[in-house]
Nanobody, 127 residues
Framework: QVQVVESGGGLVQPGGSLRLSCAAS????????IGWFRQAPGKEREGVSC????????YYTGSVKGRFTIARDNAKNTVYLQMKSLKPEDTAVYYC????????????????????WGQGTQVTVSS
C-alpha cells in the first residue's frame, strides 16, 4: 500500500506563493488518485484539488481555480500543489490523500473515499 507525506507549508503574506509536496512510498502514484484537502479551525474538511489516475485529469474547487495548480512528477513519485495569490481564507491544515484509481465514477472531493492520508502541513496566510 502507498504512504504519503506532505511538506512545504508555512507562513506567507497575502498575495504570496507556496508549493506543497506530497511524496509517496510503497507504490507508484500513477496508479492512484491524489487529492489535496484542507481544514480550517471550526470548519469542515474540504476538497481543494485532485489529480486522477494515470491520465492525470485535474480538478479544483471553485475558490482556488486560477490560483492553485496540481501536478505530478512520476519520476519523483510526488504530487505538488502550487499555490499563488494566497488569501487569508486559504489558511488551513492541508492534507494529501490517496485512493487507488478505479475509474471516473467517484467524486474527486469525497474525502471518505480516500484510504491513505498524510499527517498534514499548516499553511498560514497573514500579514
Amino acid at each position: 500500500q502507498v504512504q504519503v507525506v506532505e511538506s512545504g507549508g508555512g507562513l506567507v503574506q497575502p498575495g504570496g506563493s507556496l508549493r506543497l509536496s506530497c511524496a509517496a512510498s510503497g507504490d507508484a502514484l500513477s496508479y492512484y488518485d491524489i487529492g489535496w484537502f484542507r481544514q480550517a479551525p471550526g470548519k469542515e474538511r474540504e476538497g481543494v484539488s485532485c489529480i486522477v489516475g494515470k491520465a492525470g485529469d485535474t480538478y479544483y474547487t471553485g475558490s482556488v481555480k486560477g490560483r492553485f495548480t496540481i501536478a505530478r512528477d512520476n519520476a519523483k513519485n510526488t504530487v505538488y500543489l502550487q499555490m499563488k495569490s494566497l488569501k487569508p481564507e486559504d489558511t488551513a491544515v492541508y492534507y494529501c490523500a490517496a485512493r487507488r484509481f478505479v475509474g471516473y465514477g467517484r467524486s474527486w472531493s469525497d474525502g471518505a473515499s480516500f484510504a491513505y492520508w498524510g499527517q498534514g502541513t499548516q499553511v498560514t496566510v497573514s500579514s
